[in-house]
C-alpha cells in the first residue's frame, strides 16, 4: 500500500519497441483485454466513439459470462446500471433481454434509493452480449492470452513515463494499438480453492493469468491479493419447493434500460424464487471442518458484503442465515443458492446443502468454490483509470479492487470512453461524485484505495436524493452525446424528449392552482388537511403518497391528460414532486458551500477530538493531517465528503 514506491523506476519485464515486434502486426486505436463485464462494456464504448477497437480475451464463448450469481443490479447496482446504459453501455439493455424475474429493492423507501434488480438467464445473457459485441461497428474480436505489455521509451517531454504501446500473445503475436485497456478480472495469478485443494485458474475451466501479473509487477504496480468464493450449484428437480417462501417477481417490470419500453418476457411468464435459512446443523458443520478448508484460514479480505457461510457463521453464530433459492435460466436445471457461498471440501458442501430445508434431497451439481487473486491498488489510476504509471494503459473491473459485474460494467464504460479520448488527444471524460455513482466510485477508488472487495452502496453517494436510478440519463446522457459521441442519435433523441416533456409538465404542474378544498373534491382518496386560505399547486398535491398522475390527470384532464399517455414520464412527473423540496435545499447547501469557499479554518481546530460536529473518522484524520486553511480547501481533500464539508461550514460559521 505504499503509494510512494510508484515513483520508484522497476526495470520492466514488459518489451520495448525494437525488442522483436513483428512490424506487420496489426494496428488498432484501441486494445481492451478481457471480454468479461469491464471488457465488454470498454471495448464497446471505444468503438460507439469511433475508435478502431480490438477485444482481445481467452475465448470468444466466455464473453458476458456470469461467473457467479445469475442476477444484475440491487441495491447501489441498480443505479450503476441506469448510468452506464445513459451512455448507452451493454448491460442494462442486454439483461432486459434476459431477465426471468424482476423485483425491485427497498421499494418501501423513496425512489431515490430503489434497487432495479433482476434474475438473470445466463446463456441468454452470454448469447445476447456475444451477438452484441460481435455486431458492434468498428468492433474486432480476437480469441489469445495476452502476457505481456509493449512499451515505448519514455519521451523526456513526458515527464519520464513510458508509454504503452501493443501487445504480446501467448503465441509470440504482437497487436500495435495506441491505448490499452486491462479488465482481467480475477484471472491476474487467480488461484482456486475448494477444501484443502488448490489449482491455478482465473474462474472454474479457465486458466489463469500469469505472465501479465508479473508484467504489471515489475513495471511497478502495487500489487494486492484479494479473495471471493462462488456458491455449489443444485439440482433444481430435487428441491422441495413446495415447503419453502416463494417470491414473485413485480408486474409490471421496471426495465432496467431507458430505451426499453418493456422487458422480453411478461411478469406472467418469470420464474419465482424461493427463501430458505441455514439452521445450528449448518453451524456445526462448518465449525467442525474449519481445518478442511484453505480459503477461510487464508487472511486475505474477502467480501464484506457477500460473505461466505463460513464468514457468517464465524462472525455472526448462532443465527439463521437467508438463503435464495434462485433460478438460473428459463430451460436450466440448475438453482443458484444465493447466500450460501462455501469453500468446504465437496462432499461436505452437499452434507450442509441437505441439512436445509427443502434442500433435504438435493443433489448438488457442481461444488461451491472460492478464488484468490491479484488486483491492483486503484491509487495507481487517475478518474479516467489511466495509470499514472504508464501512459494510455487503462485498468477496469475487478483488476482494481472491486466486486460485481456492475461496478465493473461501470468502470470499463469509462475506461473506453477514455482509452478512445486519448488517442484523439482529448481531455479526459470524468464523472464527479455530484454527477453519478460511477462518480462516487471512481473517487473512492482512486483516492482511498481498498482493500477488500469494494461494492456500491446508496449509502457511499452524499447527494443520493438527486443521483436517482429514475434521472440518470438527464446526468449523463447529453455529455455522452456532446462531449464524448459514445451516445447513439436514437438515444440523445429520447432523453431530449424525456427532458422536455419533463420541464413542461413541472412547469404546468405549477401553474394549476386550486383551494385545498377543491382539490380535496375533485381527489377524495387524498389526505389533504385544508386550510382555506392557502391554494395549492398541483404539483403539491402531486406529493402526497396516495396520489399518483393518473388520479391528477382524472382530476385535470386539461391540460394533463396527455402527461399520462407515456408510463415512464407519469411515473417520474410524480418522483420530481417528492423530491421538488428536498432537492432545493440540497442545491441551496451547494451553494452555501461555494459562497463560504474562502471561509478561514481556526488554525487551532482539534479535528480529533472535535464534538458537536459529525464527521466520519477517516474525515477528522484527513483534516488533522492536513490541516487545511479554508473550507474551499478542505473540500478538495480527496476523501472528504460534501456532507462533511456542509457540517464543518455549520460548524466553524457557529463557532465564530
Ligand atoms: P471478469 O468478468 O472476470 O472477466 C475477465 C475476462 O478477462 C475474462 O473474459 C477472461 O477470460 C479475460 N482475461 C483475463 N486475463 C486475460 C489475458 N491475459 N488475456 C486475455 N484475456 C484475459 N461478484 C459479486 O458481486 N459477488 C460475488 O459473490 C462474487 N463472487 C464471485 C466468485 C467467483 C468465483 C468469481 C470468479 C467471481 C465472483 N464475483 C462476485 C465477481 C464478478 O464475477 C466480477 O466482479 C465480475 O465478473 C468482474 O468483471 P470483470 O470484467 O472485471 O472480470
Not at 512499451?151 to 523526456?156: A, S
Not at 441455514?278 to 474449519?290: K, M, S
Not at 462432499?347 to 433435504?360: A, D, H, R, S, Y
Amino acid at each position: 500500500w505504499v503509494v510512494a514506491s510508484l515513483t520508484k523506476k522497476h526495470p520492466p519485464l514488459a518489451r520495448f519497441i525494437g525488442d522483436g515486434a513483428a512490424p506487420s502486426a496489426p494496428n488498432f486505436d484501441v486494445v481492451v483485454i478481457g471480454g468479461g463485464h469491464a471488457g465488454t462494456e470498454a471495448a464497446a464504448a471505444a468503438a460507439r466513439c469511433g475508435s478502431r477497437t480490438l477485444l482481445l480475451t481467452h475465448r470468444v464463448d466466455t464473453i458476458g459470462q456470469m461467473s457467479c450469481n445469475p442476477s444484475f443490479g440491487g441495491i447501489g447496482k441498480g443505479h450503476l446500471m441506469r448510468e452506464v446504459d445513459a451512455l448507452d453501455g451493454l448491460c442494462s439493455r442486454i439483461c432486459d433481454q434476459s431477465g426471468v424475474h424482476y423485483k425491485v429493492l427497498n421499494r418501501r423507501k423513496g425512489p431515490a434509493v430503489w434497487g432495479l434488480r433482476a434474475q438473470i438467464d445466463r446463456k441468454l445473457y452470454k448469447r445476447n452480449m456475444q451477438k452484441e459485441i460481435l455486431n458492434t461497428p468498428l468492433l474486432t474480436v480476437q480469441e489469445g492470452a495476452v502476457e505481456d505489455l509493449i512499451l515505448t521509451e519514455p519521451e523526456p517531454e513526458h515527464t519520464g513515463k513510458c508509454r504503452v504501446s501493443g501487445v504480446v500473445l501467448a503465441d509470440g503475436s504482437t497487436v500495435h494499438a495506441e491505448s490499452v485497456v486491462l479488465t482481467t478480472g480475477t484471472f491476474l495469478r487467480g488461484v482456486i480453492v475448494i477444501g484443502l485443494e488448490m489449482h491455478p485458474a482465473g474462474r472454474l475451466g479457465d486458466q489463469p493469468s500469469v505472465g501479465l501479473a508479473q508484467t504489471l509487477e515489475k513495471l511497478g504496480f502495487v500489487v494486492g491479493r484479494l479473495k471471493t468464493g462462488t456458491p455449489p450449484r443444485i439440482a433444481k428437480e430435487s428441491v422441495n419447493f413446495s415447503i419453502l417462501n416463494k417470491q414473485t417477481p413485480d408486474n409490471p417490470s421496471i426495465p432496467f434500460s431507458f430505451v426499453s419500453e418493456t422487458v422480453w418476457i411478461k411478469p406472467e411468464d418469470q420464474l419465482p424464487c424461493y427463501l430458505t435459512h441455514t439452521n445450528p446443523r449448518v453451524d456445526e458443520i462448518v465449525l467442525e471442518n474449519l481445518h478442511l478448508n484453505s480459503h477461510i484460514k487464508e487472511t486475505t479480505r474477502g467480501p464484506r458484503y457477500c460473505p461466505s457461510i463460513e464468514s457468517k457463521v464465524l462472525r455472526f453464530p448462532n443465527r439463521l442465515h437467508q438463503v435464495w433459492l434462485e433460478p438460473e435460466g428459463m430451460d436450466s436445471e440448475l438453482i443458484y443458492p444465493q447466500g450460501l457461498s462455501v469453500t468446504l471440501p465437496a462432499e461436505l458442501q452437499e452434507k450442509m446443502i441437505t441439512c436445509i430445508k427443502g434442500l433435504e434431497k438435493a443433489k448438488m451439481i457442481q461444488p461451491g468454490y472460492g478464488v484468490q487473486y491479484d488486483y491492483l491498488d486503484p491509487r495507481q489510476i487517475t478518474p479516467s483509470l489511466e495509470t499514472h504509471l504508464v501512459q494510455r494503459l487503462f485498468f477496469a473491473g475487478q483488476i482494481n479492487g472491486t466486486t460485481g459485474y456492475e461496478e465493473a460494467a461501470a468502470q470499463g464504460v469509462i475506461a473506453g470512453i477514455n482509452a478512445s479520448l486519448r488517442v484523439k488527444h482529448k481531455p479526459p471524460f470524468v464523472v464527479s461524485r455530484t454527477e453519478g455513482y460511477i462518480g462516487v466510485l471512481i473517487d473512492d477508488l482512486t483516492t482511498l484505495g481498498t482493500n477488500e472487495p469494494y461494492r456500491m452502496f446508496t449509502s457511499r453517494a452524499e447527494f443520493r436524493l438527486s443521483l436517482r436510478p429514475d434521472n440518470a440519463d438527464s446526468r449523463l446522457t447529453f455529455r455522452g452525446y456532446k462531449e464524448v459521441g459514445c451516445v447513439s442519435q436514437q438515444r440523445y433523441e429520447r432523453a431530449s424528449w424525456m427532458k422536455s416533456s419533463l420541464e413542461e409538465g413541472i412547469s404546468v404542474l405549477k401553474s394549476i392552482e386550486f383551494s385545498s378544498s377543491k382539490w380535496k373534491k375533485l381527489i377524495p382518496e387524498a389526505s389533504i388537511s385544508i386550510v382555506k386560505s392557502l391554494p395549492l399547486r398541483a404539483l403539491d398535491v402531486l406529493k402526497y403518497e396516495e396520489v399518483d398522475m393518473k388520479l391528477l390527470a382524472k382530476a385535470v384532464p386539461e391540460p394533463l391528460k396527455k402527461y399520462v399517455e407515456s408510463r415512464e414520464l407519469a411515473e417520474r412527473l410524480k418522483i420530481e414532486a417528492t423530491y421538488e423540496s428536498v432537492l432545493f435545499h440540497q442545491q441551496q447547501q451547494i451553494k452555501e458551500v461555494q459562497q463560504d469557499e474562502a471561509l478561514q479554518l481556526p488554525k487551532d481546530l482539534d479535528y480529533l477530538t472535535l464534538r458537536d460536529v459529525s464527521l466520519s473518522y477517516e474525515v477528522r484524520e484527513k483534516l488533522h493531517f492536513i490541516r487545511p486553511e479554508t473550507i474551499g480547501a478542505a473540500s478538495r481533500i480527496p476523501g472528504v465528503t460534501p456532507a462533511a464539508i456542509i457540517n464543518l461550514l455549520r460548524f466553524v460559521k457557529t463557532t465564530q
